[in-house]
C-alpha cells in the first residue's frame, strides 16, 4: 500500500466512517473519509494532511500519545502517528509529518474486521503498542511499529467494543451484544489475559432485565455461562412485581431475566471516567448509567426528560468533573458534576453522595438536510473546553465553551488571577478570582457557561460534475490555486487545492452543474440543463450563467430564449470576449460576454456534428485605420483601434471520416470554415479526431481509439505523427499545462491520466496517474507541474507530475509541490509544507532542533536570538504568551503551559503533580546524593528525614495511642456521619484532584475513600459489597460502622453465623490482653496461610497491626490494595515506606513514569530528583530543581549544581548559548569550568 498523491481533498463521508474520529494531543482532528484519513488543523481550520487510501473504509482512528520524555540529545523528538483501521480488516501506522506508512498490521490469512483499536500505554520502553478488537469476539495486542503480534485472545461472546483503564493499565472492560460486559484485570504485555474474567450483568433501561442494578459473576475458560446472583432486594422486588401484574405476567418477565442469550443490549457507548477511578458511563438512549466497577453498584444515572432529544455519545473530562454529551438533533449539551461546598449541607448526614451532573449549557440543535447527519463527536484533550463535530457531509464544526463570570463581594476590592483560562478546569475552578489578602474559600462567585460555534471547516460537495481552475499564471503564488467545483445538485464551490479550504459557495442552479470554465480571475461561467423526462416532450432548457466571484452577482445569458436542446460544451476564447456554446443536437452560437449577447450562430455543413472545439490559445492584434470627418471642424481625420483575430478550431464527425476546421474571428465577424485535408495531414491512416489541443504551433490530435498524434504548423508540411496508441480506450480530454514556454500536457482516459512532455518536437511521457479507488470525472492543471482530478467519491487529488511514482512525505530533496515562504517550516521530505499551510503551531511540524530551542526558550523565559523562534512565538495565543513570559510567573506553572501548547502528555502530568504537590508541602529535608551513582529507592527510605509529627497527623499504629474511650482503635466517626470534604478539592488546584487516583495526597486520599466507602454502604444490596464495606470499615478503624453492617445480615444467608459471630470480636476489642493479642495475630496469620487472606487482613486491621497487613498484601501482589490500606490507615512514616516499596516495585516493571509520580505525590522530592537524573532527563530535573528552589523545597548543594551542569550541556546541543551562560552561573563553580571549557573549544 503506497500513498498515490501528496495531497486529497475529500468529499462525503461513508457510513463505515461514523466511528472513525479523533482529536489527538498536539491539537489536530483525525477521521475518515472513504479510504482516506483527513488530518485537520482546528485553529487555522486548514487540511493539514490526507493519509490513504486503504483497502477498505477508514473505520477507526486513533491517535498515539506522547507519554515519554522528550529529548534533541537523544533522539526522542516529537511526532505524528496515526493509527487507521479500515473494513478489511488491515490496520496502518501512518506517520503524518512524512506520509508514510510506518508499519501495516494484518494476518495472512483473510482479516475480520476491526471494530475497536486503542493505544495501549504504561510501560516506558514500548510507547508503541496498540490494542484490537476483531469481530467478532478476538482481542488483539501488538507491536505497532514492528508489526509483530504479542498476543490474541478469543472469547466466546459477541463483542461490540471496548475500553481501556485510565487508572489501572492492567483492566479492560468489553461489552458484548447482549447486556453484559466482561472485565479483564489482568492484562499484561507478556501474556494473554487468562480465562477468570468477569461478568457483569448491565441493568438495560429497555430490557428491564435486572431489578437490583448491576450483578457480577466470573466465567472459566469451559464454562461460558453467565449465572446471576440473588439479593433480598431482588426478592422483594420479585414479590411486588407479582402483587401488582399477577402471576402470569410476573412468570413472562422472569423468563426473559433467566435467558438472555436472544436479546441485544440497547447500550450505545461504554467508556471509563478519567476523573475517578472505578467508574464507567454505559450510554443508553435515554439514560446514562455510572457504575463503579469495584463494587458492581450504579452509583449515579442521568435521565432525559420527554422533550429532550436522545443520547448518542459521550465524552468525560479528565481535569474537570464534566460531561460532553451528543444528541440525536446535533446539539451538544454539558453537564458539570453537582458540588457540595456549602458548610450547612456538609454538616447535614442526608446529603446525597451520588454522582449528580447538572445540564449547564446545551448547543442549538443542528439544522441540517435530509442527506446530512452527525457522525461523531470529539473533544480537544487538553483544553477540553472545544468540541468538533463531524458530519456527514464532511464538515467539521468546531464548538466552544465561553464562561462569564459573576462575582459578589462585600465592600471588598477583586483582583484576577494572572494564569490564562484555557481549559475548562481554568474556567469553572473556584482558583479564579482571588480578593487581596482574603481567603479563596470564602470567596463568592458565579459562573455561567454558553457553546458558541467557532469555526467550521467544509469538505467538498457531492457529487462532483466539473472542475475548472483560474487560467491566469501570471503569478505563480496564485496559479490555478483556486478551483471551481461544479455539483449535481446546482452549486458552485470555490475550493483552495493548495489548502484544502473552501472559499466560497454559489447556488446557482436547480438542476446540476453540467460545466465550469474561467472568464477571468473574477468572473466565470457555467451551464446547467435537467435530465430529460422518461416520457412525453423530453426537449430541456440549458442555462448559461456569469457568476462574479466577488460581488456575488448573476447574469444570465439565455434569459426569455426558447428550449435548444442540452449544451454540449462552452469554450472561452482566448481574448476572454468571446464564448462558443456547442449543443449536443449539432448547432453552434457565438456568444458576446461583455454584452451577454448573441453574436451569430455558427453556420457548418448540416452533415457534420462536431464533438469538440477548441481556441487556439493565442490571438494576434492588427491596427485598423478608419477615416471620419469631424463634427466640429468638417475636416476628414483618421481614427485607429485595434482589432483581435482568433482562430477557433472544430472537431466534427460525418460517415466515412471526421473532419477537422478552422473558423477565424476577427472584430466579432467570423468567417468561413477552412477544412484540413485528411488524407494528407494523417498520410493515409485511418483517425476519427473527436479531441485537440493547441500550444503555439503544436497540436495535440486524439481518436476515439486511443491514439495520439502531434503535428508542428511551423514544419513546411502538416503531418500528424502518432506517437502513442492505448488500443481502444476513449480519450475524454487534451491539455497543455499553463506557461508559454510550457510543454506538457495532459491526456485523460476513463480510468486514468498520463502526462507528456515535448522535447526537440518528440513526445516523452513523464509520468501516469496512479491507480485511485474511484473513477476519474474531471482533470485540469492546477499550475505548471501539477495538476488536480475529480473522482466519482467527491474527491480531488492533486498531485505532482515532476515526480515517477508520486508519494505524500513531508520532507524531500526535490519538493513535489510549491514552496511554503515560511523558513521555519521542514524542508526535506516535506508534504505538509508544501502545502501552503500557514499559521499552524505543531512541534512535529518544526525541526526538531528548532523545536526544543522553541520549547526550553519559553520554559527557561531567557530569550534566544533567533528570527525562527520570534516567528513561532507569533503563533502563540497573546494571553498564554504574555502569561509564560510574565517573570512573576512560577517555573511549574509555565513548564505546565508550554507542555500544553507541545502536547506533551509526560510534561503535562509532571508539572500538573508538580503543581498540586508543591502546594502546602513541606521541605524535604533529605540529603541529595551524587546524580551519578546508581538509584537505590530503599536506600533513600532509610534516610528518610520527617519532621515530628503533629497531634491532628495521620493515625499512630501505637496501640497505645490508638485505643479510645469506647475501646475501638483511631479515631472514629459516628455511624451516619459522611466525610465529603473531598468534594471541595477543587480549591487546592484548578485540575480535578480524584483524577490522579492513586497519586492524590494521603489526605485527600483518605477523604476521597471515605465517601466513596460511606456512598457504597449506602447504595449497597448484594452480600458481596456488603462484605467488602465491612472489610473496609475494619480497615479504617470504624469498627461501629463495620458492627452496623455485619449485624444487617439476612437470617437465610449462609454467611449469617460467621458474620455475627465477627461483629462479635470486633466490639470485643475493649477487653485485650497480651495473651488475646497473640492468639487473634497467630488466627490471622493462620488464615492467611490457608488461603484467607481477607479475613486474615481484617483480623490484624482489629488489633493495629496495619503495617502487618500491608505486608502480607505485598508479599501476595495484593499492591493496589495495600497501598489502599497504608494511605487510609497507617502514619506518614509507615505509608512511605509501603509507598517507597511500591515506588521501586513499579522501577522495576517498566513504569518509571508512574513511580517518578508516585513518589512526587508524597512530597519526596529528593528522590525525584534522583530518579529524573537516572533517565538522564536532565532538562526536566533542572527545571524541577529550580522549582522547588524557588519554593524552598530543597536546599541547594554540590549535587544540586551537577544537575544544571547537565542541563547546560543539553542546552549547547541546541544552540542556546544564552540558557547556557544563564544556567552554569547557577552551577557555581563546576558550571564556570564547564561554560570555560565550551568556550575554549568553541
Known amino acids: 500500500m503506497t500513498n498515490p498523491c501528496p495531497k486529497v481533498i475529500t468529499g462525503p463521508l461513508h457510513l463505515e466512517n461514523k466511528a472513525a474520529s479523533d482529536w489527538g494531543c498536539q491539537g489536530f482532528i483525525a477521521y475518515g473519509c472513504y479510504g482516506y484519513a483527513v488530518v485537520v488543523d482546528p485553529v487555522t481550520l486548514q487540511i493539514a494532511q490526507t493519509l490513504g487510501p486503504h483497502s477498505g473504509c477508514v473505520t477507526h482512528v486513533r491517535w498515539s500519545g506522547e507519554n515519554y520524555h522528550h529529548a534533541f540529545a537523544t533522539g526522542s523528538t516529537y511526532n505524528l502517528h496515526l493509527a487507521c483501521a479500515d473494513s478489511n480488516g488491515v490496520v496502518v501506522i501512518w506517520d503524518v509529518v512524512t506520509g508514510q506508512i510506518r508499519a501495516e498490521l494484518s494476518d495472512t490469512q483473510p482479516s475480520k474486521p476491526v471494530i475497536g483499536i486503542e493505544w495501549y500505554n504504561g510501560h516506558d520502553e514500548s510507547h508503541d503498542l496498540l490494542m484490537l478488537l476483531r469481530s467478532p469476539d478476538i482481542l488483539e495486542l501488538w507491536d505497532a511499529f514492528s508489526g509483530v503480534r504479542l498476543w490474541k485472545k478469543q472469547f466466546g461472546e459477541q463483542l461490540l467494543t471496548f475500553a481501556l483503564d485510565p487508572f489501572d493499565i492492567q483492566r479492560i472492560i468489553l461489552m458484548c451484544d447482549s447486556p453484559f460486559l466482561l472485565v479483564l484485570n489482568d492484562v499484561n504485555v507478556m501474556r494473554e489475559p487468562s480465562d477468570g474474567y468477569g461478568c457483569i450483568r448491565i441493568s438495560d433501561p429497555q430490557l428491564a432485565v435486572s431489578a437490583s442494578g448491576p450483578q457480577r459473576t466470573y466465567s472459566s475458560g469451559s464454562d461460558r455461562s453467565l449465572p446471576r446472583n440473588s439479593s433480598s432486594l431482588t426478592k422483594m422486588a420479585s414479590l411486588a412485581t407479582n402483587i401488582l401484574t399477577g402471576p402470569e405476567q410476573s412468570k413472562k418477565r422472569q423468563s426473559v431475566s433467566d435467558d438472555d442469550s436472544d436479546l441485544q443490549t440497547s447500550c450505545k457507548q461504554v467508556v471509563f471516567n478519567p476523573a475517578h477511578k472505578h467508574i464507567v458511563l454505559l450510554v443508553f438512549p435515554r439514560e446514562i448509567h455510572m457504575i463503579d466497577l469495584e463494587v458492581d453498584l450504579t452509583i449515579g444515572t442521568i435521565r432525559l426528560d420527554r422533550a429532550s432529544p436522545n443520547f448518542v455519545k459521550v465524552l468525560p473530562c479528565r481535569n474537570a468533573d464534566v460531561l460532553y454529551c451528543l444528541h440525536e438533533n446535533g446539539s451538544v449539551s454539558v453537564r458539570v458534576r453537582k458540588q457540595t461546598n456549602n458548610s450547612e449541607q456538609i454538616q447535614n448526614k442526608d446529603v446525597s453522595l451520588d454522582m449528580t451532573y447538572d445540564l449547564v449549557c446545551q448547543s442549538d440543535s443542528l439544522r441540517l438536510l435530509r442527506h446530512s447527519k452527525v457522525y461523531s463527536m470529539v473533544y480537544h484533550p487538553v483544553c477540553e473546553k472545544q468540541v468538533a463535530l463531524i458530519l456527514s457531509d464532511s464538515r467539521v464544526i468546531l464548538l466552544d465553551v465561553l464562561s462569564t463570570e459573576f462575582t459578589k463581594s462585600e465592600n471588598q476590592g477583586c483582583i484576577y488571577d494572572n494564569r490564562p483560562r484555557l481549559s475548562m478546569a481554568d474556567m469553572i475552578s473556584s482558583f479564579s478570582i482571588v480578593p487581596p489578602g482574603g481567603n479563596r474559600s470564602c470567596l463568592k462567585r458565579l459562573i455561567t457557561l454558553k457553546m458558541v460555534m467557532s469555526g467550521l471547516v467544509s469538505g467538498i460537495i457531492s457529487p462532483i460534475v466539473a472542475i475548472a481552475t483560474i487560467p491566469s499564471v501570471a503569478d505563480l503564488s496564485a496559479s490555478g490555486c483556486l478551483a471551481a467545483i461544479g455539483s449535481g445538485i446546482g452549486t458552485i464551490q470555490l475550493v483552495n487545492v493548495f489548502n484544502g479550504q473552501i472559499e466560497n459557495e454559489f447556488k446557482l442552479f436547480m438542476s446540476p452543474v453540467r460545466g465550469v470554465q474561467w472568464i477571468d480571475a473574477r468572473r466565470l461561467l457555467a451551464f446547467s440543463y435537467p435530465d430529460p423526462p422518461s416520457y412525453g416532450n423530453r426537449a430541456v432548457k440549458s442555462d448559461i450563467v456569469i457568476l462574479n466571484i466577488i460581488s456575488g452577482k448573476v447574469d444570465a445569458m439565455f434569459e426569455g430564449m426558447d428550449k435548444k436542446g442540452p449544451i454540449l460544451m462552452v469554450e472561452v476564447s482566448a481574448s476572454r470576449n468571446y464564448c462558443v456554446v456547442v449543443f449536443k443536437h449539432g448547432s453552434m452560437e457565438l456568444w458576446n460576454l461583455r454584452t451577454r449577447q448573441l453574436v451569430r450562430e455558427l453556420v457548418i455543413p448540416e452533415l457534420i456534428r462536431p464533438v469538440d472545439v477548441g481556441w487556439y490559445p493565442y490571438m494576434s492584434v492588427h491596427k485598423r485605420e478608419k477615416t471620419v470627418i469631424d463634427s466640429t471642424t468638417g475636416k476628414e481625420k483618421k481614427l485607429e483601434r485595434h482589432v483581435y483575430r482568433e482562430q477557433l478550431f472544430i472537431c466534427g464527425q460525418i460517415d466515412g471520416g471526421c473532419p477537422l476546421m478552422r473558423l477565424t474571428l476577427e472584430d466579432g465577424i467570423m468567417s468561413g470554415a477552412l477544412s484540413f485535408n485528411h488524407d494528407s495531414l494523417f498520410e493515409g491512416q485511418k483517425a476519427e479526431v473527436i479531441k485537440l489541443a493547441w500550444k503555439k504551433k503544436i497540436a495535440i490530435l486524439a481518436d476515439k481509439g486511443g491514439q495520439l498524434f502531434i503535428c508542428d504548423a511551423g514544419q513546411e508540411k502538416n503531418v500528424a505523427k502518432k506517437f502513442s496508441d492505448r488500443h481502444g480506450s476513449k480519450v475524454e480530454d487534451v491539455a497543455f499545462a499553463p506557461g508559454r514556454d510550457n510543454f506538457t500536457f495532459l491526456v485523460k482516459f476513463p480510468t486514468s491520466v498520463d502526462v507528456w512532455d515535448i522535447y526537440d518536437g518528440k513526445p516523452e511521457m513523464l509520468t501516469s496517474s496512479p491507480t485511485l479507488p474511484s473513477s476519474l470525472v474531471n482533470v485540469c492543471w492546477t499550475g505548471p507541474e501539477s495538476i488536480v482530478m475529480a473522482t466519482e467519491d467527491s474527491c480531488l487529488h492533486v498531485l505532482d507530475i515532476s515526480r515517477r511514482l508520486p508519494t505524500s512525505p513531508v520532507e524531500s530533496d526535490k519538493d513535489d509541490f510549491f514552496h511554503v515562504k515560511n523558513i521555519v517550516m521542514k524542508s526535506k521530505n516535506s508534504a505538509i509544507s508544501k502545502w501552503k499551510l500557514s499559521g499552524i503551531f505543531s512541534a512535529a511540524l518544526m525541526e526538531a532542533k528548532l523545536a526544543f530551542l522553541l520549547k526550553y526558550s519559553l520554559q527557561c523565559n531567557i530569550e534566544p536570538l533567533n528570527e525562527a523562534v520570534t516567528q513561532y512565538c507569533n503563533l502563540i495565543d497573546s494571553d498564554t504568551l504574555r502569561y509564560i513570559r510574565d517573570g512573576s510567573t512560577s517555573t511549574a506553572d509555565r513548564c505546565y503551559q508550554v507542555a500544553r501548547l507541545f502536547g506533551d502528555t509526560f510534561d503535562m502530568n509532571f508539572w500538573r503533580m508538580v503543581q498540586y504537590t508543591s502546594q502546602e508541602a513541606r521541605p524535604d529535608k533529605t540529603k541529595l546524593t551524587d546524580i551519578r551513582k546508581p538509584l537505590d529507592l530503599m536506600e533513600w527510605c532509610s534516610k528518610l528525614v520527617l519532621p515530628t509529627p503533629e497531634t491532628n497527623d495521620l493515625v499512630s499504629l501505637d496501640l497505645s495511642s490508638d ?203 529528593a528522590p525525584v530528583l534522583h530518579m529524573l537524573c537516572s533517565q538522564r532527563q536532565f532538562d526536566t530535573a533542572a527545571l524541577f530543581l529550580q522549582s522547588c528552589l524557588e519554593q524552598g523545597l530543597l536546599e541547594k548543594s554540590d549535587y544540586t549544581d551537577s544537575v544544571y551542569v547537565e542541563f547546560s550541556k543539553l542546552l549547547t546541543v541546541t544552540e542556546y548559548q544564552s540558557a547556557v551562560k544563564h544556567y552554569c552561573s547557577l552551577a557555581g563553580e563546576n558550571g564556570d569550568t564547564f561554560l570555560a571549557n565550551l568556550n575554549r573549544k568553541t
Not at 479504617?1036 to 444467608?1053: F, P, S
Not at 487473634?1080 to 502487618?1108: E, P, Y
Not at 505509608?1135 to 517498566?1150: E, G, R, V
Request: proline share 0%; aromatic share 8%; charged share 25%.
Open 963 to 1165: 485505643l479510645g474511650t469506647n475501646g475501638s482503635y483511631g479515631n472514629q466517626r459516628s455511624g451516619g456521619d459522611m466525610d465529603i470534604s473531598w468534594l471541595n478539592s477543587m480549591d487546592k488546584d484548578r485540575g480535578l484532584v480524584s483524577s490522579f487516583g492513586e497519586m492524590m495526597k494521603c489526605n485527600d486520599y483518605k477523604a476521597y475513600e471515605t465517601a466513596r466507602l460511606d456512598l457504597h454502604n449506602k447504595k449497597r444490596c448484594d452480600y458481596r459489597v456488603k462484605q467488602l464495606c465491612s472489610s473496609r470499615y475494619i480497615m479504617t478503624r470504624r469498627v461501629d460502622m463495620a458492627v452496623q453492617v455485619l449485624m444487617e445480615t439476612d437470617t437465610d444467608n449462609t454467611e449469617f453465623k460467621s458474620d455475627y459471630l465477627k461483629a462479635c470480636l470486633s466490639s470485643c476489642t475493649t477487653q485485650h490482653t497480651g495473651t488475646s493479642l497473640s492468639t487473634v495475630k497467630l488466627a490471622a496469620t493462620h488464615l492467611i496461610v490457608a488461603g484467607q487472606l481477607s479475613d486474615g487482613v481484617d483480623l490484624l486491621c482489629l488489633i493495629g497491626k496495619h503495617l502487618d497487613a500491608c505486608r502480607y498484601l505485598i508479599s501476595y501482589g495484593k499492591w493496589r490494595e495495600a497501598v489502599w490500606l497504608a494511605k487510609t490507615s497507617l502514619s506518614e512514616r509507615e505509608c512511605l515506606d509501603i509507598i517507597y516499596k511500591w515506588a521501586d516495585h513499579l522501577w522495576n516493571k517498566s513504569q518509571r513514569c508512574k513511580a517518578i509520580l508516585m513518589m512526587l505525590s508524597h512530597g519526596q522530592f
